[in-house]
């Protein structure tokens, strides 16, 4: 998996490609606690490239969460593929994220 960070007015922008799985879990998770540690609590996290995600993935995506909420912040998702959203509502987690169908939708609801 592929992780471009951006940084958008006051949000934190992840866009994640490929595979989320867990030989990438390790450096989700860095790049995670790197945004923590300099207080980064408004996230969202592009998935729109992403083709495949398994339970470290999503275990990866929870931890962050709770890591954020600690901060104070949230984690938004935006752009989920299908077969990504499918997984998301099989598991639940649809009910624990903010998801969105667009990163513009996504940055907005930072907003409100």
Do not use: W, Y
Request: net charge neutral; charged share 25%; hydrophobic share 45%.
């Amino acid at each position: 998996m592929e992780i471009t960070h951006e940084k958008q007015d006051n949000l934190d922008v992840l866009k994640l490609s490929g595979r989320f799985d867990a030989a990438c879990s390790k450096d989700f998770k860095k790049v995670i606690g790197a945004l923590s540690d300099a207080n980064s609590s408004r996230i969202v996290i592009d998935m729109s490239a992403v083709d495949f995600i398994d339970s470290s993935g999503l275990g990866c995506l929870v931890g962050a969460l709770r890591t954020v909420n600690n901060l104070g912040g949230d984690i938004k998702i935006c752009s989920l593929r299908p077969q990504i959203r499918a997984i998301f509502e099989l598991t639940r987690l649809h009910r624990v994220f903010a998801i969105f169908n667009d990163r513009a939708a996504a940055e907005k609801s930072f907003q409100n």
